[in-house]
């Protein structure tokens, strides 16, 4: 587990992270919000895969086409 210090930066508050992160400068990470604990998550922002994608051409086909999910028995 790695300690996280709030420091004040200008009129902000920025989180001073240990080197052992690996944390690199201009990294973007995505703040979410832990409903069970009121806490924090820190998770990495990637790239859109889909963002230029063309409509059909991510497609890709079923892996088992002949099970129909429709038949319960």
């Known amino acids: ?3 996280v210090k709030a ?3 200008g ?3 920025a989180l001073a992270l240990p080197k052992e992160a690996n944390i690199k400068k201009g990294d973007t990470w995505l703040m979410v ?3 069970s604990n009121g806490g924090y998550i820190l ?3 990637i790239k859109n895969p889909y963002k230029d994608a063309k409509p059909g051409s991510m497609y ?3 892996e088992w086409s002949d099970i129909s999910f429709d ?3």
């Open 1 to 3: 587990m790695l300690e």
């Open 7 to 9: 420091v004040q930066r």
């Open 11 to 13: 009129n902000s508050l």
């Open 33 to 35: 919000k832990d409903k």
């Open 43 to 45: 998770v990495p922002k």
């Open 60 to 62: 890709t086909p079923e």
């Open 71 to 73: 038949e319960v028995e």
